[in-house]
């Protein structure tokens, strides 16, 4: 499997919003509603911050929010934080029980 | 309380074999439904989805490196070991283990440990 594809960078002024995309193919992201969003400061474990497309587990803030069309899955973060500036991937379900993870982004606060 | 963590050697030559361990607590993986996976990050890159145990014993391998890894389970000990033989130096990344949720989304992830390959 090909890894997903993200924009290797998007920055943005604190309390704006940002998007970050993730295009795969019909058999991963357009062929399940199973993308995940991962949240990765240096040296530290990913962070689940949303799965199944816009599903957001306790205790992740409301600012963060995910959505689908097609082959490409959207992250967005509102009101950009200064703690938010950090690398952020995505995964899809990719069928029989596999998974395939995004390229990465890393997220900039100016 | 969800907890894994990740144990094994920090260096491995070239064409060994290396076993680690993902000791984890807070959940049984004799319980229907529960599943883990290994994932790595080569320094600076992304991350790379390698193996995943099921509560049955069922057990899924990346396609590109299936030849190669091996993932078993110890209920008793709440432990998970992933093998990979056969190492090279681009083998050299944090290895990760984590909680699979529904089959779908890794939920609870462990610190990683840094394996690094070379003679």
């Known amino acids: 499997q090909s890894a997903l594809t993200q924009p290797a960078s998007v920055s943005g002024s604190p309390g704006q919003s940002i998007t970050i995309s993730c295009t795969g193919t019909s058999s991963d992201v357009g062929g399940y509603n199973y993308v995940s969003w991962y949240q990765q400061h240096p040296g530290k474990a990913p962070k689940l911050m949303i799965y199944?497309?816009?599903k957001r587990p306790s205790g992740v803030s409301n600012r963060f929010s995910g959505s689908k069309s097609g082959n490409t899955a959207s992250l967005t973060i509102s009101g950009l934080q200064a703690e938010d500036e950090a690398d952020y991937y995505c995964?899809?379900?990719?069928?029989?029980?596999?998974?395939?993870f995004g390229t990465g982004t890393k997220v900039t606060v100016l | 309380q969800v907890t894994l963590k990740e144990s094994g050697p920090a260096l491995v030559k070239p064409t060994q074999t290396l076993t680690l361990t993902c000791t984890f607590s807070g959940f049984s993986l004799s319980t229907s439904g529960m599943r883990v996976s290994w994932i790595r990050q080569p320094p600076g890159k992304a991350l790379e989805w390698l193996a995943r145990?099921?509560?049955?014993?069922?057990?899924f391998y990346s396609t590109s490196l299936k030849t190669r890894l091996t993932i078993s389970k110890d209920t008793s000990k709440n432990q998970v070991v992933l093998t990979m033989t056969n190492m090279d130096p681009v083998d050299t990344a944090t290895y990760y283990c984590?909680?699979?949720?529904?089959?779908?989304?890794?939920?609870?992830w462990g610190q990683g440990t840094l394996v690094t390959v070379s003679s």
């Open positions: 145990i099921d509560w049955d014993d069922d057990k």
């Open positions: 995964c899809s379900y990719a069928g029989s029980s596999t998974y395939v």
């Open positions: 984590a909680r699979v949720y529904g089959g779908t989304y890794f939920d609870y």
């Open positions: 199944d497309v816009s």
